[in-house]
Nanobody, 124 residues
Framework: QVQLQESGGGLVQAGGSLRLSCVAS????????VAWFRRAPGTEREFVGA????????NYGDSVEGRFAISRDNSAKTVYLQMNSLKLEDTAVYYC?????????????????WGQGTQVTVSS
């Protein structure tokens, strides 16, 4: 079992940067793949990206490729989402999720554990 808590959301101007954190609690964390998803009002949940157990592999959604980066610090049980060149359409609630399967494919298997989400608002 693992519990996840996101933080770092807020209001930022378009073109700016923000870093989100996802902190896990539980006995182990380095054998969970972690993903970030987001949901804007009136839209379906969107895959942002995922990182493997060791952090050596990552995968990103088309809309954020080249602007966002995921990293992890297993000793701190934390996964980060660095968001650069933010756009208005990046406004959403961002969630981190975890699963045991060591894959960065968004749909390889269900994501079993979810955080509560953190709001990111990009203004013009």
């Amino acid at each position: 079992q693992v519990q996840l808590q996101e933080s770092g959301g807020g209001l930022v101007q378009a073109g700016g940067s923000l870093r989100l954190s996802c902190v896990a609690s539980g006995r182990t964390f380095n054998n969970y793949a972690v993903a970030w998803f987001r949901r804007a009002p009136g839209t379906e949940r969107e895959f942002v990206g995922a990182v493997s157990w060791s952090g050596g592999l990552s995968n990103y959604g088309d809309s954020v490729e080249g602007r966002f980066a995921i990293s992890r610090d297993n000793s701190a049980k934390t996964v980060y989402l660095q968001m650069n060149s933010l756009k208005l359409e990046d406004t959403a609630v961002y969630y981190c999720a975890a699963r045991r399967l060591n894959s960065v494919n968004a749909v390889a298997s269900p994501w079993d554990y979810w955080g509560q989400g953190t709001q990111v608002t990009v203004s013009s």
